[in-house]
């Protein structure tokens, strides 16, 4: 019998049903043997639906750290514990897949990133949206130099009304901020990796808390409490990046905007440009003449294909393992996660101050 790889969960909330546990049962290399969280009946419930047999079950993340069998933690937790369990963790002997955004402070993803290089472990954090298939591709197109040198980008995450009104979403203290670095933290993240650039030089940035102080203001998941709403509910920033890019950051849980896009991107390059508005368009020149490409990122409307696409997550869990089972590097890398907080940041700096952000 092929031996599984040992994963603990720590942080059995909505991320954890929604997302990794799901896709993880989905894997014959994997057995589910711990689960944590601070409701213990929570972490109980999950281990009941995806729980190996006696699997542990605890409020105290360190048993599950301090378990020998384990080899690998999911850390599913708010932001302002990411760094605490995972640097525990790393430094405990266990790879760790830690939920996005990399942690609640640029400094905390600082040393998530620092106890990632001590450690014989590997550490990735877990932004799904890369592997999309219209990501996938575009990534491909990028790498093959089919956009050129891409010198001006738009990362979208744009709701019009759908404010998380559950959990610690609204509370600052616990998460470090809203929809920036919420849904923000995708967009960017997608962004930076199509464009491979990881160097900023200036940001400025600007937060609005315009609509948050509504009563019963239309809202997706019900109306919001205007006195629970302490973080943003809209943010945007401008980046340059050293090489003279430029990257358009817009983020809102709760804007007056029909154009809504959420972890998308728009690409502009010396030899083409692509977008995620529509499905996938890339443009460009050719014979003297413009054209776009709609790319078709589905199987549907294939004759023989008899069966289910895999989801973004289910691809992502799928790769993560591989990885740990291979000695490959994550998809996903702390260095790059780290920018993308650094920037963030940043973004959250310059709305409080006024002034721009520099960059060493």
Known sequence: MTKKLKIGIIGCGG????KHLPSLSKLAEVELVAFCDIEIEKAQRAADKYGAEGAMVTADYQEVIANEQIEVIHVLTPNDSHAEITIAALEAGKHVNCEKPMAKTAEAARR?????????????ISYQNRFRADSKYLKQACEDGELGEIYY???????????????????????GGGPLI??????????????????????????????SSRE???NAWGPWDPEKFKVEDSAVGMIKMKN????????????????????????CGTEGGADMKDG??????????????????NMAGVAFYDGESES????????????????????????????VSEILEAIYESAKTGKAVYFD
Request: glycine share 4%; net charge negative.
């Open 15 to 18: 991320i954890a049903n929604g």
């Open 112 to 124: 998530m990133y620092e106890a990632s290089l001590k450690s014989d472990k590997k550490l990735t």
């Open 153 to 175: 980008a738009k990362a979208h995450a744009i709701r019009r009304r759908a404010v998380p009104t559950w959990g610690v979403f609204l509370d600052e203290e616990k998460q």
């Open 182 to 211: 919420d849904i923000g933290t995708h967009a960017l993240d997608l962004t930076l990796y199509m464009m491979n650039n990881y160097e900023p030089e200036v940001v400025l940035g600007q937060a609005f808390h315009k609509l």
């Open 216 to 218: 019963n203001a239309a």
């Open 244 to 267: 003279g890019a430029m990257i358009a950051l817009e983020a809102s849980w709760a804007l007056n905007n029909l154009e809504v896009d959420e972890a998308k991107c728009t690409l």
């Open 280 to 297: 996938l368009r890339i443009n460009g020149e050719k014979y003297g003449k413009l054209f776009t490409n709609h790319i078709d990122t």
């Open 312 to 339: 973004e997550a289910d691809v992502e869990m799928k790769t993560w393992v591989q990885c740990i089972l291979n000695d490959e590097e994550p998809v996903v890398k702390p260095k790059e996660a780290l920018v």
